[in-house]
């Protein structure tokens, strides 16, 4: 399942704070918010629990996620083993506008749902598909209120 436009890459880090430097040096001008997160997410297996440290910032028109998993039950972060550098590529993330019609057409296509988190029709909510074995990463869906989009894109 493939559709919307992609506007994030995200990457898995053991250290937020190296990685963040790794972006300092290429042109980011000011430091990012590193926001803590500690969320249950349903998978197939049912609720699992992902404690991380996120930032989000924009660079040159693309936004970057860095994602430091402190405790991860699902596994799916440690899915992106080590290359020996401060953080390593997990997935892109498209925006769906209507999640109800999304979330449908997602049962009837072939990638299996990773985890996912809703949080009610007027609040951002987001599906990750385990894409590896087709594309070799996964791919993440968001929808979000409209004034919360504009807000993200007002950071660019």
Known sequence: MLESKAYQIGYVCDNIEEAIAVFRARGLAKDPTIIPVDQMVETADGPKRHKLRICMFWLDGEQYELIEPEIDETGHYA?????????????????????????????S???????????????????????????????????????????INAMS
């Open 109 to 151: 296509q072939d990638l299996p749902v990773a985890f996912e988190r809703y949080n009610g029709p007027d609040a951002l909510n987001f599906l990750y598909l385990d894409g590896r074995k087709a594309f070799g990463h996964y791919l993440e869906y968001v929808a979000m209120p409209e004034a919360m989009w504009n807000h």
């Open 79 to 107: 899915n992106a083993p080590s290359n020996g550098g401060p953080m390593r590529f997990h997935h892109h993330c498209q925006r769906v506008l209507d999640w109800d019609d999304f979330r449908r057409r997602v049962d």
